[in-house]
């Protein structure tokens, strides 16, 4: 983000210590720091954190609803729009069902539960009646209903990003059946973006504190020695997600022309921002204008990267299989092969209805494991402790598959410059895409 003035500018890179990138890394590591030295103190700095976040999430909806909007009404054919949508929702589903599958193969091959023998009985019930009571909350609003806001303008005053996704597309649509006499709205829409996307840069600076109060509270507060005795099934979920990113991901990113490693590298300090706050909410607006800049159809960019941060979530998906199979080894529970199919496929729904729920990772677990009652609820107090510690890198994983599937729909709707997106890649500056669209 920091990246824009000087690239509209001329200027010369910024050194390495003003990058957004060092400076988050720095604040990362402080606020461990501070948190295995000094966890009482490091607990308070929670509301840094906190703030961070809710400051990413006043600007999201109107980046999501401008970008959409804008994209749609530029658009020649409106039938493109129901093309690029079916093309991203058949990515999200193949992609969220195997993310699942590979959580599921690797419990059975790995086995982080084996051995513990616990009885759900001794376990405290009352450490999860919170998470279950949302996962109820969570199933019967369902997602039909969710999706569809109260008034035209309250999916601006909430933090669902599926409503802004539902109004933005509808809007864009009108806009663009409105001919002639939409257009003096389309520019002064497509104006409003470039002091939007200042407004997002100017928030980002805060990222450092942001990710130093989160990190500072997490470790305050569970401390590295929580890990210890789970150590096993959170290595085996970082193993898992890695090798789901570098391998699978990265055979689709070769497949279609790019190196995954690479559009991690273009996307470190967005990175480093979901890892410090463990949302990767905080990097959505900076997502969506560095794949625009990186050569991806701004359209396309508009659809992709609201919807998959509710149906994309490869992260998430690997979590609620790895985590269901380890609660069943631990307490002995016995599942059948039917058991585990009922239970990917209720997984599948329950992913996908989590869409603007906080701490969505552990509710839709719960939700998952209520429906397939072979699988004590109880056994999440288990995971409790270092779930937090998870939440990292199913955030971290859910961003990457959303940025590979941006760069692959637009690939399959011919609306990727392969130019620009190498320049990315390889580190050339780019210029500001919201002012570069405004002079067009």
């Given at each position: 983000m920091q990246a824009i003035p000087?690239?509209?500018?001329?200027?010369?890179?910024?050194?390495?210590?003003?990058?957004?990138?060092?400076?988050?890394?720095?604040?990362?590591?402080?606020?461990?720091?501070?948190?295995?030295?000094?966890?009482?103190?490091?607990?308070?700095?929670k509301p840094l954190g906190d703030a961070f976040i809710k400051l990413v999430k006043m600007i999201i909806a109107p980046v999501i609803f401008l970008t959409i909007v804008t994209g749609i009404a530029g658009m020649t054919h409106l039938r493109t729009v129901g093309r690029v949508f079916i093309k991203a929702m058949a990515y999200f589903l193949f992609f969220s069902t195997l993310a699942l599958v590979v959580g599921m193969v690797v419990a059975h091959v790995v086995q982080p539960g084996a051995g513990m023998h616990i009885n759900p009985a001794d376990l405290d019930q009352e450490a999860v009646k919170s998470y279950v009571a949302k996962s109820h909350e969570l199933t019967l609003t369902g997602f039909a209903m969710d999706i569809i806001p109260k008034t035209l303008l309250s999916p601006f005053v909430g933090d669902n990003i599926l409503q802004v996704l539902f109004v933005a597309v509808l809007f864009g649509i009108s806009l663009a059946l409105s001919g002639d006499v939409g257009k003096p709205v389309l520019r002064f829409l497509e104006s409003l973006t470039v002091p939007v996307f200042r407004l997002v840069g100017i928030l980002m600076k805060a990222a450092p504190l942001g990710a130093f109060g989160a990190i500072a509270f997490t470790i305050g507060k569970f401390g590295l020695g929580s890990l210890v005795n789970l150590a096993w099934l959170v290595g085996s979920f970082y193993i898992t997600s890695i090798l789901f990113v570098v391998v699978i991901l990265g055979l689709v990113a070769r497949l279609c022309g790019f190196s995954v490693i690479k559009l991690i590298r273009y996307l470190k300090a967005e990175l480093l921002l979901v890892l410090g706050t463990s949302s990767s909410e905080s990097a959505l607006p900076s997502l969506m204008e560095k794949m625009e800049k990186a050569g991806c159809g701004k359209s396309v960019v508009g659809l992709v990267v609201p919807t998959g941060y509710s149906f994309n979530l490869d992260g998430t998906n690997i979590y609620m299989t790895l985590a269901a199979l380890f609660i069943a080894q631990a307490t002995d529970t016995?599942?059948?092969?039917?058991?585990?199919?009922?239970?990917?496929?209720?997984?599948?729904?329950?992913?996908?209805?989590?869409?603007?729920?906080?701490?969505?990772?552990?509710?839709?677990?719960?939700?998952?494991?209520?429906?397939?009652?072979?699988?004590?609820?109880?056994?999440?107090?288990?995971?409790?402790?270092?779930?937090?510690?998870?939440?990292?890198?199913?955030?971290?994983?859910?961003?990457?598959?959303?940025?590979?599937?941006?760069?692959?729909?637009?690939?399959?709707?011919?609306?990727?410059?392969?130019?620009?997106?190498?320049?990315?890649?390889?580190?050339?500056?780019?210029?500001?895409?919201?002012?570069?669209?405004?002079?067009?």
């Amino acid at each position: 983000m920091q990246a824009i003035p000087q690239a509209a500018s001329g200027h010369a890179p910024l050194p390495f210590y003003r990058q957004l990138y060092f400076q988050v890394v720095v604040a990362i590591v402080v606020g461990a720091l501070l948190g295995h030295f000094e966890p009482e103190l490091a607990a308070k700095f929670k509301p840094l954190g906190d703030a961070f976040i809710k400051l990413v999430k006043m600007i999201i909806a109107p980046v999501i609803f401008l970008t959409i909007v804008t994209g749609i009404a530029g658009m020649t054919h409106l039938r493109t729009v129901g093309r690029v949508f079916i093309k991203a929702m058949a990515y999200f589903l193949f992609f969220s069902t195997l993310a699942l599958v590979v959580g599921m193969v690797v419990a059975h091959v790995v086995q982080p539960g084996a051995g513990m023998h616990i009885n759900p009985a001794d376990l405290d019930q009352e450490a999860v009646k919170s998470y279950v009571a949302k996962s109820h909350e969570l199933t019967l609003t369902g997602f039909a209903m969710d999706i569809i806001p109260k008034t035209l303008l309250s999916p601006f005053v909430g933090d669902n990003i599926l409503q802004v996704l539902f109004v933005a597309v509808l809007f864009g649509i009108s806009l663009a059946l409105s001919g002639d006499v939409g257009k003096p709205v389309l520019r002064f829409l497509e104006s409003l973006t470039v002091p939007v996307f200042r407004l997002v840069g100017i928030l980002m600076k805060a990222a450092p504190l942001g990710a130093f109060g989160a990190i500072a509270f997490t470790i305050g507060k569970f401390g590295l020695g929580s890990l210890v005795n789970l150590a096993w099934l959170v290595g085996s979920f970082y193993i898992t997600s890695i090798l789901f990113v570098v391998v699978i991901l990265g055979l689709v990113a070769r497949l279609c022309g790019f190196s995954v490693i690479k559009l991690i590298r273009y996307l470190k300090a967005e990175l480093l921002l979901v890892l410090g706050t463990s949302s990767s909410e905080s990097a959505l607006p900076s997502l969506m204008e560095k794949m625009e800049k990186a050569g991806c159809g701004k359209s396309v960019v508009g659809l992709v990267v609201p919807t998959g941060y509710s149906f994309n979530l490869d992260g998430t998906n690997i979590y609620m299989t790895l985590a269901a199979l380890f609660i069943a080894q631990a307490t002995d529970t016995h599942l059948t092969l039917g058991h585990q199919i009922a239970l990917l496929l209720v997984a599948m729904l329950s992913s996908k209805g989590a869409a603007g729920v906080t701490g969505a990772g552990f509710i839709t677990l719960a939700a998952t494991l209520a429906v397939v009652p072979e699988v004590p609820v109880a056994g999440m107090a288990l995971i409790l402790g270092v779930d937090r510690f998870m939440s990292e890198c199913r955030s971290l994983t859910n961003f990457i598959g959303n940025a590979v599937a941006t760069v692959v729909v637009s690939r399959w709707e011919n609306a990727l410059d392969y130019d620009k997106l190498n320049a990315a890649l390889d580190g050339a500056e780019l210029p500001d895409t919201a002012e570069a669209a405004v002079a067009a």
